[in-house]
């Protein structure tokens, strides 16, 4: 081809033409423009493929994260139902001064019990690193960042303000009044007859079981949120 032009070009040299050889400059400036403009698309299309590899293989590392975080967030769920569940049983016990029975210890020993999931961080970690535009999809882009930027920092806060009270309040409480015999299995009170009478102690198992109420509340919605971004992620690569 080049030495075809090469030729083309002698003879229209040979020949004296302008008009021929100015048209034969035209045109050979505009086939190399093309060749650039061609070899750029390529680049493009290269680039592009490259980028939503790279997605793909993000959206999956978030898939197998956020399934293994369903699991620790219920399992979180699970330990705030037991808590609202005994504090339950302990102020119906000491409101209607019942008399004190061996199965209350199981719930004397887990009331002042809390629980907060560690998230697994390495998907979103890569997110930010390789920058979240990334993501192609606005929408799922946008879901996965709720979850992570607020959600889940939300759920850091909840877990970090409710160890900080129990520390400062409830466990110096309950060790006055309780004997921890088995940790999360049994604990027996110093006093049973006294603590029927302890309205401190009685407020603060309803402080406890509001707090978790609200918890759990909370961590159901995070349950079924995680589930709507998952399945947004295989619907995504899925619809590929």
């Not at 029975?101 to 970690?125: C, K, M, Q, R, T």
Request: glycine fraction near 2%.
């Amino acid at each position: 081809m080049l030495t075809f032009l090469r030729k083309l070009r002698r003879s229209l040299i040979e020949s004296g033409s302008a008009r021929k050889y100015l048209l034969y400059a035209v045109g050979e400036i505009a086939l190399v423009v093309i060749g650039i403009l061609i070899a750029l698309q390529i680049n493009n299309w290269n680039e592009w493929r490259k980028e939503r590899a790279v997605e793909k293989e993000l959206l999956h590392q978030f898939h197998t994260e956020l399934n293994s975080d369903i699991k620790q967030i219920e399992y979180t769920l699970s330990v705030y139902e037991n808590i609202i569940n005994s504090c339950s049983v302990l102020i119906d016990h000491l409101k209607t001064k019942k008399v004190y029975n061996d199965s209350l210890n199981y719930h004397l020993a887990v009331w002042n019990d809390y629980e907060h999931f560690n998230l697994n961080s390495g998907a979103i970690s890569n997110l930010n690193s390789r920058g979240v535009e990334i993501i192609s999809d606005p929408e799922l882009r946008n879901s996965i960042l709720q979850l992570y930027n607020q959600t889940y920092t939300y759920s850091k806060d909840i877990g970090r303000h409710f160890r900080e009270d129990h520390i400062e309040f409830t466990y110096p409480m309950y060790l006055e009044r309780i004997e921890p015999v088995e940790w999360k299995k049994i604990a027996i009170p110093n006093d049973y007859e006294e603590l029927m009478d302890d309205q401190e102690f009685l407020n603060h198992l309803q402080w406890i079981k509001n707090a978790s109420t609200f918890n759990a509340a909370f961590y159901t919605e995070a349950v079924t949120e995680v589930q709507n971004v998952i399945k947004s992620i295989e619907d995504y690569v899925n619809g590929e």
